[in-house]
């Protein structure tokens, strides 16, 4: 199988958090500046246990953004809730306008497998899942780099994953270690990922295949939503 025969269905299975960096070569980044990476000096120190396993970090609503005939794609979207905050994440009615914490995956590699039965089949490359923390929100659909706009505040690193599609629906499911925090402070407190889910996170991630109008370099775009959940200390 060909990436020119990956078909809509197939691919809209592929949800991300999608989640090592993909080498430069893979695909031209611009006119969008997708996942900034950590600083190498940095270290994540974990003081502290965090939320129980299994427990709901965060939920959010994405966007996958697709080039077909190269396999390649961005995760991109934004934040509705992150366990630990009780005031509102966003600046005026909820929406990827107004979201103060926003995310971006780095370009993924996607690779076809043969379908079992009416199952579709895709790899995703290892890579990683940033978010940021914008203080002034201008999140925007028609631009996917508004979502990696802010500031830097955590980055998850994945493995290669399995992204089935089933029927109209894509599900995705995997784990991410986090490999880099930062403090910041949002409506008179201050947080830090090593704090809330030092561990990691697990996502549960859905998408409808209906395709929607994508950007340039990525023509074809999925709706997704879905949640992360803590990840426990390894006894």
Do not use: C
């Not at 190269?70 to 991109?76: D, I, Q």
């Not at 002034?136 to 994953?161: H, K, M, Q, V, Y």
Request: aromatic share 12%; proline share 8%; hydrophobic share 40%.
């Amino acid at each position: 199988m060909t990436l020119k025969r990956l078909t809509v269905r197939a691919l809209a299975g592929m949800i991300f958090s999608v989640l090592t960096f993909v080498p430069n070569s893979l695909v031209r980044l611009s006119p969008f500046a997708f996942a900034q990476p950590a600083p190498a000096f940095q270290a994540v120190t974990f003081a502290q246990a965090g939320l129980p396993a299994s427990e709901v970090v965060w939920q959010h609503v994405g966007r996958l953004y697709l080039n077909p005939n190269t396999g390649k794609a961005v995760y991109v979207g934004y934040l509705v809730h992150i366990e630990g905050i009780a005031s509102s994440l966003f600046d005026g009615s909820p929406s990827e306008a107004t979201a103060y914490f926003t995310f971006s995956t780095d370009v993924l590699s996607l690779t076809p497998m043969p379908n079992n039965g009416n199952i579709g089949l895709n790899l995703v490359s290892p890579g990683t899942f940033n978010v940021y923390y914008n203080t002034s929100p201008n999140g925007d659909w028609s631009d996917p780099a508004t979502f990696s706009s802010g500031r830097l505040i955590a980055t998850f690193t994945r493995t290669e994953s399995l992204f089935p599609a089933i029927g109209p629906i894509g599900i995705h499911n995997l784990s991410e270690s986090l490999s880099f925090s930062r403090r910041f402070t949002f409506d008179g407190g201050t947080y830090n990922f090593d704090r809330i889910a030092p561990h990691g996170i697990t996502f549960a991630q859905f998408v409808d295949m209906t395709p929607l109008t994508g950007v340039t370099d990525y023509p074809v775009a999925f709706a997704a939503v879905g949640s992360t959940t803590a990840i426990g200390p390894k006894e």
